[in-house]
């Protein structure tokens, strides 16, 4: 009896450092050895397309390395790819396969504000976590306490970049042109409306156009005929190249210098406008060139794994990954929505690619933005 006894002492003793052990190596106390389903929706097709084939590389490879060092008992990442094809429709259908079919612990996307307007009322409603890896739409996190992105809005980045462009180029006068058809370059025109408005800049021309429009020759010929000191644009990036070919070929000199927001920021605007790009300016939520240690490791990985360097969308994209993870990997399962959701609060000056990460009280993210331009056919830091 007494033996039995000392056995089942024995056991529990074993259990219990055993439980320590994995708790010290992995940081998850209850989460191990588990696997956590995360649902991705981005744009393969359709208006954002240029956006979505890099954010699912970076997602990829974050998996990848997270699974690797997970080991056999730590937390493992499913995840589970799918085209939003830059609709809310289809947008919505892809949340409700991920909330009622797949049960995913957390969905990341979708890429478009446009789209996430529509499809992260249906994860808050269900309370499934949302985060968003490049909304910068103001009013995505608004819609309720399960929404987060790791995005930059553009109400951070556009008055630094004015205020750096008015510094740096002497700009008092711009044109500025918009798509008045997607919540994102609306809301992208307002903050550059309101950023010019506030450094004193004259606002002489407001021109728009809708996604799919090819020919920008009437809002520009207008435009150039104003003369302008810049260009001010709020487009996605089909139409940004477009317009950034087409106002050079109509002879507005480079000295006119072009500003655009967020969705300037993919390597498609060169491959598509070539050597009319250069000069570009666009503000964004990270560099390739910034000199912290794991985008340096990150830049290599990408690199030698995809044959070219990743843009801002596949940075957000990656970091993305890593944040949801340390957050499922606290939470008591990786089926308590409710937990992830909480330990994603928590999340303060985590170490990302993006620099020191954390959320603000309303679920937006905090780090600091730079301003880019071209040069070479690709993104370096103004003023450099
Ligand atoms: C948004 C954006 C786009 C340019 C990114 C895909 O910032 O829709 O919010």
Redesign the pocket.
Known sequence: MEKNKQRIWMGIAVLMSLTLLLTVHTGFAVAAGKEAKIGLAF?MTGA?A??GST?KNGVQLAVDEINAAAGADGLKLIPVFDDDASTPQQGINVFNKFINADKVSLIIGP??????QVTDRIAQQAGVPVL?I????KG?TEIGDFIFRD?LT?NVVIPNTIRVAKEKLKVNKVALLYGND????K??YEAFKKALQDAGITILNEQTFAKGDRDFSPQLTQIKSQNPDAIVVSA??EEASGIVSQARKLDIPKSVPIIG??????PNLMKNSGDAAEGVIVGAAWNASSANALNRKFLDAYNSRYGSLPDQ?AAQAYAGVYIAYQAIGKAASPDNHKAIRDALVQIKGMNTVLGSFSFTDGRDADYVPVVQVVKDGKFAIFGE
């Open positions: 744009s954002a240029g956006y954010q890429t478009l504000s446009n789209t996430a968003g490049s909304n910068t739409a995505i995005s553009e997607d919540a994102f370059t809301a992208g996605l990036v927001g967020n969705g300037f920021n993919s969308f």
